[in-house]
Every structure is written in C-alpha cells, then in structure tokens.
C-alpha cells in the first residue's frame, strides 16, 4: 500500500524519466542477466531503447564505444508486468487518511479523525482502504465513524474495494434507513432493529452513498495515475493492465502520454455495466479509437492502449459476495451473480465481435465456470481472431473446468500473493467455504493442463510488489512461514514458473511478448536490476529480494 507524503506525490508527479532511449549505447557487464526462462548472460548491450548484443559481443560493443555500466554482480532481468491492477485507486490511497496498514477499529478511527481536523475545508472525508478482517464477518458499525467525524459525511472503502463502511452523516445523506431495500446487486448490513449497521457491501449498495459524494476532478486524478506509476517503477514494472476504467478514466493516461511522463505502458479495460452494457458500446469504441489516434499521432503506440473490456462475473468470498455452485457453510445462500450466466455470454459475445479482449472478475467456482461457458461462447459464434481473452483471480475452481483454460486458450491471471493463510483467509474466508477452501488459487493444476498463467497484484487490495507475489506463488505460507511446508502445498508453483507469470505470462496477456517479457536481441530494454539473484535465492528469500532500477526502452524511471 501507498503511504506517500503531500512532497512525495509532487515530486512523483513531475519527475522526467533519467537516463538515455537515445542513440547512445549502455553496456551493462558483470552482471547475471536473464536473457529469458532458460538463458542467462554476464553482459548486455541496449541503445535506441532495444537490445542489441549480449555476453562476449556485448563486451566488445562496450570497449569500443558508448557507457559501460559495471553491475558489480547484480542481477537485471526483464522488467515486470502487473497483468490486473488498479493504478488511480492506487494513486488515490495516498491522499486520504493512512489507514491501509492499520491493524485495530481504533487506530482507523484515531486517524481518520487527525486527518478530518487537518482538512476542515474537506466537505466529505474519504478513504481507502481498510482490513474488513479487523471485525467478525466484516460488519464495521456507522457509530465508529462518527466518533471521529460527527459533522459530515465520511466512507472508507475496505482492501477488496467491493464493499463500503460510512459514517451516520453518510446513511443519512444516501436516505439509507431500516426501510431502504437491498437493492438488486448489493445488500445493506443491519442491526437486529434492521436499521443500517453502517456497512455496504457491493455495487449497488455502495453507490448509494458514493453517487451522492462529490465527483474527483480531473486534476486529482491524473496526479493519482503519475503517483501509482512511480509506485509500479519503483516495484520494477513497466506494464500494467489498468483493469476497471469507467468513463473518463481514460483522460488522465492521454494527459501523462503527452507530457512525455506516463512510464508504465498501459492497456485501459474499460468496464461494462449488467444494467446498460449495449448503450455503453459507441463509448468504448470511441474511447479505443481516441487511445488509439493519440498515441499514434505521438508515436507512443506502445505505450497506451484501450483493447479490453472488464466484466465482473461476481463479487469476493469474504463477503459472501463470491458466485458459488453449491450455497456457503451455514448458508442457503450461493453468492451474487453480477451477470446472468446467459446475460454475460450475450455481452461478452457482442464485445468480441468487436474486436476487445476480455476480462473477467470470477473468484466463485460458479463465476468461473460462466466466465468460461461466455468465452466458448464467443469463440464458437465469432471469426477466429488473437483474443487473448483473461479470466482474473480464479479463486475457486472446480477441478472439472480446469482443463477448459487451456483448450480455451484462456489466460489465468492470478493474484499469487493471496494463496495464504492470512487473516482474511482464516477470519472470512475459509469459514464461509469450509471445505472447498481446499479448491483455492490451483495454480499449479492450471499449469500442469497446460493453462498460461500471468501475475496481477489488484493493487491496492493488496501489495503491488510481485517479489512478494512469486514468493507466495512457491511458499504458498505467510510471512512468518506458516503454515510450515505451505498452505495446500500440492499447488505450489516452482521458481521459474512463478517468474514466468510476470514476465513472459503477463508479457503475452498485453500483447507485448513480441518485444516484452525477454531480453532477446531486438526486444525493447524494459529491465529491472535486482539486489539478488532470484534463481539462487531460497523460495522464502524471494520476498526479501528488491529492486534497485528499473529502465523503460533504455531510460531509467526509478
């Protein structure tokens, strides 16, 4: 999580990229350099922003002219890519009270509170993003709030982004009262009175509240995208799938483009709406032609695009939220389908005619297997194209439709860094699954059929570092190490494959794998140095592991 001082931000905002995508020559020697999967080298050479020699000819190249950068033994690698993020939420949680790493009701409230008395100019106090573990089944009390803010409306957002936590002021603002509804894709939390606990759980909940506070502007905005992409710099990442755009969210990446200061290449998934998804096409397709055109005419096509559609098939587990077959533990309830199964095949059919991947949101095995059912869909009805298309967080699987990924050609992106024991899991979690926790995050079932795998964090829900990801990708256990031996052990992935996903795997989801993913000759020099070797590091060493720079087609961003 971000917590980035006023200074910070600025600083982040308008610093130039350093270093040189010009026609000088850098040298990088005595180094352990990973050229791809299997092939290593000591030197590399780059110039224009591309690889152009390796080892021995890359020595010679560096003797004889441009910069020679001896690395003392560190280890560079191709640069990162984050498969599934958030970057403007990710940018925003620094400009709210700091409550991301805070471990008590109390603390949370002691700090919302210092930061309402130092912004009494804020007419509503917003923030993000809170552990909803903190609390039995996630239900955190308007009351709470209040003692920290009595006289205006304040929400917090919880770590998962999908469910809301207000203030009294707030309710009162949304007309919320024991006599409000829960509406169609969403519930309200409630005392035994039935009126309002305080807690909002899902999109149509939580709109209630958010629809009534004031809009971000546009400045803010793009000031939160220039913080979130130093943020991903400095976590060695020069790719990102900026994965829940709505309208306008566009605006600050086209902003960042043509200042020169976008230094995370990007590709927008705009997100389609259950309730008025056909009406939403002309905006898509005009947003992608406007990316398109622009970054175009600033010769940046590879930096900006808007090629993809996010669907949400369902909700998340620890809310029960998740689409499930079968109804949680001590439940009737199976989840929430946030699209019909027939309803998504229709939309998903209709984006892919146009031309867009998908991205699905599934975590429930139900999820899954209609996000999988509306992509066989598309493939059966539509010509045969490069779809790429992505089914995200693949939380519960059935072991049944596991082999669907592959002959489906469906990427998996996982968010590795939740295959462990944590407090969300052993609070929220696996209650509510009892035993299908044991279907969690297969990862190494979906290789073993042949499945590609690409790394997302889902920054800011959870850590955007995807040397932490990797580790728990191979550990599967927490940072203490527990449990010992790994938590489902059987699905623990191995070093390189673990790598693999952000590299070559996230690499291949945005299309980038021709010049991305690799350190070939020809490919583009997005490089991450390291202050450890991960090919040598122990598996719980992983995560110790830091980046030292990172480059973008030759020029150093961090």
């Given at each position: 999580?971000?917590?980035?001082?006023?200074?910070?931000?600025?600083?982040?905002?308008?610093?130039?990229?350093?270093?040189?995508?010009?026609?000088?020559?850098?040298?990088?020697?005595?180094?352990?350099?990973?050229?791809?999967?299997?092939?290593?080298?000591?030197a590399i050479t780059v110039k224009n922003g591309t690889v152009i020699a390796h080892g021995a000819q890359a020595e010679e190249y560096g003797s004889r002219s441009g910069?020679?950068?001896?690395?003392?033994?560190?280890?560079?690698?191709?640069?990162?890519?984050?498969?599934?993020?958030?970057?403007?939420?990710?940018?925003?949680?620094?400009?709210?009270?700091?409550?991301?790493?805070?471990?008590?009701?109390?603390?949370?409230?002691?700090?919302?509170?210092?930061?309402?008395?130092?912004?009494?100019?804020?007419?509503?106090?917003?923030?993000?993003?809170?552990?909803?573990?903190?609390?039995?089944?996630?239900?955190?009390?308007?009351?709470?709030?209040?003692?920290?803010?009595?006289?205006?409306?304040?929400?917090?957002?919880?770590?998962?982004?999908?469910?809301?936590?207000?203030?009294?002021?707030?309710?009162?603002?949304?007309?919320?009262?024991?006599?409000?509804?829960?509406?169609?894709?969403?519930?309200?939390?409630?005392?035994?009175?039935?009126?309002?606990?305080?807690?909002?759980?899902?999109?149509?909940?939580?709109?209630?509240?958010?629809?009534?506070?004031?809009?971000?502007?546009?400045?803010?905005?793009?000031?939160?995208?220039?913080?979130?992409?130093?943020?991903?710099?400095?976590?060695?990442?020069?790719?990102?799938?900026?994965?829940?755009?709505?309208?306008?969210?566009?605006?600050?990446?086209?902003?960042?483009?043509?200042?020169?200061?976008?230094?995370?290449?990007?590709?927008?998934?705009?997100?389609?709406?259950?309730?008025?998804?056909?009406?939403?096409?002309?905006?898509?397709?005009?947003?992608?032609?406007?990316?398109?055109?622009?970054?175009?005419?600033?010769?940046?096509?590879?930096?900006?695009?808007?090629?993809?559609?996010?669907?949400?098939?369902?909700?998340?587990?620890?809310?029960?939220?998740?689409?499930?077959?079968?109804?949680?533990a001590a439940s009737s309830d199976c989840g929430m389908e946030v699209w019909k199964r027939e309803h998504l095949i229709r939309a998903v059919t209709h984006f892919d005619a146009l031309g867009f991947q998908t991205h699905i949101h599934a975590?429930?095995?139900?999820?899954?297997?209609?996000?999988?059912?509306?992509?066989?869909?598309?493939?059966?009805?539509?010509?045969?194209?490069?779809?790429?298309?992505?089914?995200?967080?693949?939380?519960?699987?059935?072991?049944?439709?596991?082999?669907?990924?592959?002959?489906?050609?469906?990427?998996?992106?996982?968010?590795?860094?939740?295959?462990?024991?944590?407090?969300?899991?052993?609070?929220?979690?696996?209650?509510?699954?009892?035993?299908?926790?044991?279907?969690?995050?297969?990862?190494?079932?979906?290789?073993?059929?042949?499945?590609?795998?690409?790394?997302?964090?889902?920054?800011?829900?959870?850590?955007?570092?995807?040397?932490?990801?990797?580790?728990?990708?191979?550990?599967?256990?927490?940072?203490?190490?527990?449990?010992?031996?790994?938590?489902?052990?059987?699905?623990?992935?191995?070093?390189?494959?673990?790598?693999?996903?952000?590299?070559?795997?996230?690499?291949?989801?945005?299309?980038?794998?021709?010049?991305?993913?690799?350190?070939?000759?020809?490919?583009?020099?997005?490089?991450?140095?390291?202050?450890?070797?991960?090919?040598?590091?122990?598996?719980?060493?992983?995560?110790?592991?830091?980046?030292?720079?990172?480059?973008?087609?030759?020029?150093?961003?961090?």
């Amino acid at each position: 999580m971000l917590s980035t001082s006023s200074q910070q931000q600025a600083a982040y905002a308008t610093a130039p990229p350093t270093g040189t995508g010009s026609g000088e020559a850098i040298t990088f020697s005595n180094a352990s350099i990973w050229i791809d999967a299997k092939r290593r080298s000591t030197a590399i050479t780059v110039k224009n922003g591309t690889v152009i020699a390796h080892g021995a000819q890359a020595e010679e190249y560096g003797s004889r002219s441009g910069t020679i950068v001896d690395m003392d033994g560190a280890c560079m690698i191709p640069a990162f890519s984050d498969g599934h993020c958030h970057p403007i939420f990710g940018g925003m949680e620094s400009m709210g009270p700091s409550i991301s790493d805070l471990q008590s009701v109390d603390a949370i409230v002691a700090e919302v509170s210092r930061w309402a008395a130092s912004h009494g100019e804020a007419t509503w106090i917003t923030g993000a993003s809170y552990d909803p573990s903190l609390v039995p089944s996630g239900r955190f009390d308007a009351r709470w709030l209040d003692a920290a803010v009595p006289d205006r409306p304040c929400y917090l957002r919880a770590h998962d982004y999908h469910s809301l936590w207000c203030n009294t002021a707030a309710l009162n603002i949304a007309g919320i009262t024991a006599d409000t509804p829960d509406p169609e894709l969403g519930s309200i939390d409630r005392r035994d009175d039935g009126s309002p606990l305080g807690t909002l759980r899902e999109w149509h909940a939580v709109d209630l509240v958010m629809s009534k506070a004031p809009q971000t502007g546009q400045d803010t905005l793009t000031r939160a995208l220039a913080v979130a992409c130093r943020a991903q710099n400095r976590r060695g990442i020069t790719w990102m799938q900026d994965a829940w755009v709505d309208e306008g969210m566009h605006l600050p990446y086209l902003e960042l483009l043509r200042n020169d200061s976008l230094t995370v290449r990007s590709n927008l998934a705009q997100r389609a709406d259950p309730a008025f998804w056909m009406d939403q096409t002309e905006g898509f397709l005009n947003v992608r032609s406007d990316v398109t055109q622009t970054a175009a005419d600033l010769k940046r096509s590879d930096m900006l695009s808007a090629r993809t559609i996010k669907f949400f098939a369902d909700g998340v587990v620890e809310s029960g939220t998740g689409a499930m077959l079968e109804p949680y533990a001590a439940s009737s309830d199976c989840g929430m389908e946030v699209w019909k199964r027939e309803h998504l095949i229709r939309a998903v059919t209709h984006f892919d005619a146009l031309g867009f991947q998908t991205h699905i949101h599934a975590i429930g095995d139900r999820a899954v297997r209609n996000a999988l059912d509306a992509i066989e869909a598309a493939i059966r009805k539509n010509p045969p194209w490069d779809r790429r298309p992505v089914i995200t967080h693949c939380q519960v699987i059935q072991p049944s439709d596991i082999p669907r990924f592959a002959a489906l050609g469906v990427i998996a992106n996982v968010e590795a860094y939740w295959a462990q024991m944590d407090p969300l899991m052993v609070e929220l979690t696996a209650p509510r699954l009892a035993e299908r926790t044991e279907l969690q995050y297969p990862f190494a079932s979906l290789e073993a059929s042949g499945a590609r795998l690409s790394h997302g964090s889902d920054w800011p829900v959870s850590s955007n570092d995807p040397l932490l990801a990797i580790s728990t990708a191979t550990t599967r256990q927490t940072a203490s190490g527990e449990p010992s031996g790994g938590w489902l052990p059987k699905e623990r992935l191995a070093m390189r494959s673990a790598m693999g996903m952000a590299l070559e795997g996230a690499a291949y989801q945005g299309w980038t794998d021709g010049f991305r993913g690799n350190l070939n000759i020809g490919s583009h020099a997005d490089l991450a140095m390291l202050n450890a070797d991960p090919e040598h590091a122990s598996s719980d060493a992983l995560a110790g592991i830091a980046v030292t720079q990172t480059w973008l087609k030759g020029a150093r961003v961090c």
